[in-house]
C-alpha cells in the first residue's frame, strides 16, 4: 500500500451530442455538453472500463488535481488511483458531470439555445420586449427541465457509445450514484457485468422526501431568488443555498459524530446571549453552508433534490408488481385471520388493532418487494451492495431492501453492512473494510467466466444460494 498514489493532473473533457434529448417530462433539449474525467488507460478490447456516479454535490472530477497549485483532490480520490480500490493501474475509470449541474455539464447556469437567434444578432426570442428588443443571449436558469435519475443514465448511455465501450467491467456510486448504477442495471442489462450500490436506497422514503422539501423551501422563499433568474437579475439566493446545505448536511452526519467533533463547545468559551453563533457546531453548520453556496448552483440545487424525489427503478413494472403482491396479501390475510380467532376471546379489540397495523405494514412491504423483484427479474449482472452502520438517511435497512429483492429473484448478489461512525457521509471516508470490499468485487472472476457462458438469471438452484450469500 505504499505504492497507492494519485492519478495526478487531469484535464476534462467535454463531449457535445447536437441529437435532441427527449426527457421523462416530455420536454425535450436540442442538444446537451457532457464533461468528464477519465483515469488510466482504456485496453484494446474495451473490458476494464469502470463507470463512477455521482452524488448530489458532486461533480466529474473523482481523482486527482487539475494543476500544480489544486490543493484539493476529487471528491472520491481515496477510492480511485494506482493500487487503489479501484485501481487505475488496471481500469479504465471514467467519471460524467450530469446533465443539470452546475460543473460544465448542461444545465441551468448554461446558455439556453432558444435565446439564440443566429439570424437577429443573437436576439433573445425568449426575452424580446420594447424596452429591450435585443437582449443578451441567456441561461437556462428555471427555464431548464426537471430531469430524473433514468434521463441520466440515458444520457450516459449515450456518452458509452460515444467511447465505444459496449459493455462495462461496473458501475459504480454512493448515494444518488447508487440510484444511477441500480438504474443502469435495471434499463441496460446487457452493457454491465458489475453494480456497485454503495450507501443507498430503491426509493426515498417519506421523511427523505421531506428533508429535501425544507431545503427547496430555503431556497425558493428567499427574496433573492427571483423565480429562479437570480443572475439575469444580478443577485443570488445566498441565505436560501446556506440553509439548504445545513439541513442536509445535518442528516449525513450523526448525533454521535457531532457530540464527538463539537459536543456543546461554545466558540468563545462563554455565553453571548445573543443569535449570532456561539456554538461549534453552528459555526461547523454555516462554514459548510457558506463554502457551498460559493461553489453550487440554486436552480441545480432545486431539480436535483426532485430527481432524488423522483427516483423508483420499479415505475415501469406495475401489472407485475400488482400481481405478486395481491398473491402475497392474500396469503397474509389468511393467516392473520387464523391468529385472530384464534385468540378472540379476551384480548379481540386490542389484537385485531394490532394485527391490522401488522397486516398493512407487511403488504406494503411486501408489495415493494415484489415490485423490486419485477424490476429485477431481467438484469444480468453481479451485485455488490454496500451500507453503513450509522447512516440514518439511507438506513442498512433500505439497502437490505435491495438485496432481499436480488436474492429472491436469483440474482447474484454480495453485501456488506460496515461499521462506521461518519453517517451517510461514510462512503467517502476511507475505510478498509469497505474498501477491501469494493476491491475485491471488481477483481474476482466474473460468475459466468469459470462456467458456461449462460446470463446469470439462469443459474440453477444451487448456484442461485452461492451467488446470493450475504455478508
Request: proline share 5%; glycine share 6%; charged share 20%.
Amino acid at each position: 500500500m505504499d505504492s497507492v498514489g494519485s492519478v495526478g493532473i487531469i484535464t476534462p473533457q467535454i463531449f457535445h451530442f447536437a441529437e435532441p434529448l427527449t426527457l421523462e417530462c416530455n420536454r425535450t433539449l436540442p442538444s446537451f455538453d457532457l464533461i468528464i474525467e477519465t483515469y488510466g488507460t482504456l485496453n484494446s478490447d474495451k473490458s476494464n472500463a469502470v463507470l463512477i456516479c455521482h452524488a448530489l454535490s458532486g461533480s466529474h472530477h473523482a481523482a486527482g488535481f487539475h494543476s500544480d497549485d489544486d490543493k484539493k483532490a476529487g471528491w472520491w480520490d481515496n477510492m480511485i488511483g494506482p493500487n487503489k480500490a479501484i485501481d487505475t493501474n488496471r481500469f479504465y475509470v471514467v467519471c460524467v458531470n450530469n446533465i443539470g449541474s452546475c460543473f460544465g455539464s448542461t444545465g441551468p447556469t448554461t446558455i439556453n439555445p432558444d435565446s439564440i437567434d443566429s439570424d437577429q444578432n443573437n436576439v433573445n426570442k425568449n426575452s424580446l420586449d420594447k424596452k429591450n428588443p435585443a437582449s443578451e443571449p441567456q441561461v437556462y436558469g428555471p427555464d431548464f427541465p426537471l430531469v430524473t435519475i433514468k434521463d441520466w443514465v440515458k444520457t450516459q448511455a449515450m456518452l458509452s457509445d460515444r467511447l465505444g465501450i459496449d459493455v462495462w467491467h461496473a458501475i459504480v456510486g454512493g448515494s444518488m450514484g447508487g440510484m444511477q448504477a441500480l438504474q443502469w442495471s435495471v434499463d441496460y442489462p446487457n452493457r454491465l457485468k458489475r453494480c456497485v450500490v454503495i450507501a443507498s436506497t430503491p426509493k426515498l422514503s417519506a421523511q427523505n422526501i421531506a428533508f429535501n422539501e425544507v431545503a427547496r423551501q430555503s431556497i425558493l422563499s428567499d427574496p433573492d431568488f427571483k423565480e429562479g433568474r437570480y443572475l439575469q437579475a444580478g443577485t443570488y439566493p445566498r441565505r436560501g443555498l446556506i440553509l439548504a446545505r445545513m439541513v442536509g448536511h445535518i442528516t449525513y452526519l450523526t448525533d454521535d459524530a457531532m457530540k464527538a467533533k463539537f459536543g456543546r463547545d461554545l466558540k468563545s468559551g462563554k455565553f453571548m446571549y445573543g443569535y449570532d453563533v456561539e456554538f461549534q457546531v453552528e459555526s461547523y453548520l454555516r462554514y459548510q453552508g457558506e463554502r457551498f453556496s460559493e461553489n453550487f448552483d440554486a436552480n441545480t440545487y432545486l431539480l436535483m433534490t426532485k430527481a432524488l424525489d423522483y427516483f423508483d427503478p420499479t415505475r415501469d413494472y406495475p401489472s407485475a408488481m400488482a400481481t405478486d403482491s395481491t398473491k402475497s396479501a392474500a396469503q397474509l390475510k389468511d393467516s392473520i385471520a387464523t391468529s385472530v380467532e384464534s385468540s378472540k376471546q379476551s384480548t379481540q379489540p386490542a389484537l385485531e388493532g394490532t394485527v391490522a397495523t401488522i397486516d398493512e405494514s407487511e403488504q406494503n412491504r411486501q408489495q415493494e418487494l415484489s415490485a423490486l423483484k419485477a424490476a429485477f427479474a431481467h438484469t444480468q449482472c453481479q451485485y455488490l451492495v454496500v451500507s453503513f452502520t450509522t447512516d440514518w438517511r439511507f438506513a442498512p435497512e433500505r439497502s437490505q431492501e435491495i438485496v432481499d429483492a436480488l436474492m429472491a429473484t436469483g440474482k447474484p448478489v454480495n453485501y456488506i453492512n460496515v461499521d462506521a461512525p461518519h453517517g451517510h457521509d461514510s462512503f467517502l471516508f476511507d475505510i478498509p473494510r469497505y474498501m477491501g470490499a469494493v476491491r475485491g468485487f471488481l477483481t474476482a472472476p466474473f460468475i459466468t467466466d469459470s462456467k458456461s457462458k449462460q446470463p446469470a438469471q439462469s443459474t440453477n438452484q444451487s448456484s442461485q444460494q452461492k451467488s446470493g450469500a450475504r455478508s
